[in-house]
Nanobody, 120 residues
């Protein structure tokens, strides 16, 4: 059984920073891509940033230059450094692991979500 455990969310003032972490645990051989999505009330879930096992990254236009995604393949952990936070960044942030190779095949997994609130 694979689990994704997120941490690092919370309340921060506009202009502040937060760092999210997501660790995948279980009988994992490899993970192709890991990423962060977010969903604000009334909105669809959207991709924030993703990173492959080789280090290729992609970002939503709204976070380019402010957020940085990184990954520790040995620990199956992905990080999201969020700087210059804005009220519109407020959402539940979800970790995703795509192309997870386990004994039963290749599967995708989601974390439980962590709340990020940007407010003064």
């Amino acid at each position: 059984q694979v689990q994704l455990v997120e941490s690092g969310g919370g309340l921060v003032q506009p202009g502040g920073s937060l760092r999210l972490s997501c660790a995948a645990s279980g009988s994992i051989f490899s993970i192709y891509a890991m990423g962060w999505y977010r969903q604000a009330p009334g909105n669809e879930r959207e991709l924030v940033a993703g990173i492959t096992s080789s280090g290729s990254t992609n970002y939503a236009d709204s976070v380019k230059g402010r957020f940085t995604i990184s990954r520790d393949n040995a620990k199956n952990t992905v990080y999201l450094q969020m700087n210059s936070l804005k009220p519109e960044d407020t959402a539940v942030y979800y970790c995703n692991a795509d192309g997870v190779v386990v004994t039963t095949g290749v599967l995708d997994y989601w974390g439980q979500g962590t709340q990020v609130t940007v407010s003064s």
